[in-house]
């Protein structure tokens, strides 16, 4: 039986202006293995700053299904 697994990951976004994870979000391993560099806006700049992807683990790294 072949093993099953996980194609998304949960990631953080953070911020290259101060450096704090504001943003969470899910990614699809095999369509991109690069990091994910996004335009959002900053709360503390108060300005739309590029998010980066970290490589830090956030801990349990698996995406919970919905039920239905």
């Not at 953080?12 to 202006?17: I, K, N, P, Q, Y």
């Not at 690069?34 to 992807?53: A, G, M």
């Amino acid at each position: 039986m072949a093993k099953k697994t996980e194609k998304r990951k949960i990631i953080g976004l953070v911020c290259e202006a101060c450096g704090q994870r504001h943003y969470y979000s899910t990614k699809n391993t095999q369509n991109t293995p690069d990091k994910i560099e996004l335009n959002k806006f900053c709360p503390t700049v108060r300005k739309v700053t590029k998010h980066v992807e970290t490589k830090k683990n956030l801990g349990i790294n698996v995406v919970k299904k919905r039920k239905g």
